[in-house]
């Protein structure tokens, strides 16, 4: 399918009829010759003579070539695009962030994998995100790492291996010791404010209770949820730990019901792996589609043709004169 950008443009091809009839014949002063029988020449050759003006006659060819010149040049005015067959983007049509907790707990050995081996939690977190991110491809995800205060780590991507790359990277004790819960939320919140995607959630993922947040976590929860933020608290460790590094269950219980979200808590591998597809259960993933026909501009088509016309018409004039001239010479010959 081919569409023409500006199509007044063919209203051009009016223009020589304009000129033809409006605008003034050109003249051009040549010497001349006089002579008695005039009037027996203009009987013989049945024409209609005008004073002081001579027509030139113009070939079959020229006047071909003179039109149909006109007629590209104005269609390569009007910018000819090939209209090509639809293609439909899926794009992501939710922004989900990950906020892990780097305290100095988390170093702590006591989260069994699902082959039952010992690790310190970071890690084993770090080994069911892996597989986690890998589930949600039509997400864009966004990385948070917080301590002392809350960094960002990724904003929002589709590209899972630089993701998945900045988490492996990343190490317990390089934000702090402490737990800044609240700030974490906080800095989700600006990040989220940045987007345009309205599906907005946040996996938060600490092993104990806010130490040292400039916002208390039950503000931050309110403001996150007239953003329309939903969070979703995830408890690591024995919830039985006592002193700083105790989980406080009620905070994140009133984070998940004040943003409309769900707490859970995992002290093992298997619960953490149960948690994450419940949340792909409860946070499908979504798409939204857009579709678009490719253009290609073909304004140069036109031009191209025309050239080859003018081309090929020097060709045939210069074969027709050459064969006139041998001609001519073949005759002079023989005599």
């Not at 794009?91 to 907790?101: E, G, N, Q, T």
């Not at 979504?286 to 020097?314: C, D, E, N, W």
């Amino acid at each position: 399918m081919i569409e023409f950008v500006y199509p007044w443009s063919f209203g051009l091809l009016l223009l020589p009829f304009a000129v033809y009839y409006f605008w003034p014949a050109y003249k051009e002063r040549k010497s001349s010759v006089k002579v008695p029988f005039f009037s027996r020449l203009v009987e013989l050759t049945g024409e209609k003579p005008a004073t002081g003006s001579v027509i030139l006659n113009r070939y079959f060819l020229q006047k071909l070539l003179l039109i149909s010149g006109w007629v590209l040049i104005c269609a390569a005015l009007a910018k000819p695009q090939y209209i090509g067959k639809p293609v439909t983007l899926n794009k992501s049509a939710r922004d989900l962030m990950v906020a892990v907790d780097l305290s100095g707990s988390m170093t702590t050995e006591d989260f069994k994998t699902l082959d039952g081996a010992n690790v310190d939690r970071f890690s084993g977190v770090q080994q069911l995100l892996a597989d986690f991110a890998k589930q949600r491809d039509a997400d864009r995800l966004g990385l948070i790492l917080f301590a002392d205060a809350p960094y960002l780590q990724a904003p929002f991507t589709n590209d899972l291996d630089t993701w998945l790359t900045l988490l492996n990277e990343s190490e317990v004790g390089m934000a702090g010791q402490s737990t800044a819960l609240g700030d974490a939320i906080g800095l989700a919140i600006s990040v989220f404010e940045h987007g345009q995607t309205k599906e907005r959630v946040l996996i938060l993922l600490t092993d104990g209770n806010d130490t040292g947040s400039k916002v208390p976590p039950r503000d931050a929860a309110q403001v996150a949820a007239s953003y329309r933020i939903k969070i979703y608290p995830i408890a690591i460790g024995d919830p039985e730990t006592a002193g700083e590094e105790a989980i406080d269950l009620n905070v994140l219980e009133y984070i998940a019901d004040t943003t409309n979200g769900q707490m859970f808590e995992a002290v093992n591998a298997e619960q953490l792996d149960a948690i994450y597809e419940q949340i792909n259960t409860l946070e499908p993933q979504k798409y939204s589609s857009r579709s678009y026909r490719p253009k290609t501009s073909i304004h140069f088509v036109p031009i191209i043709i025309l050239l080859a016309m003018y081309m090929g018409a020097l060709t045939i004039v210069a074969i027709r004169n050459l064969y006139h001239r041998r001609k001519v010479a073949k005759e002079f010959l023989n005599d």
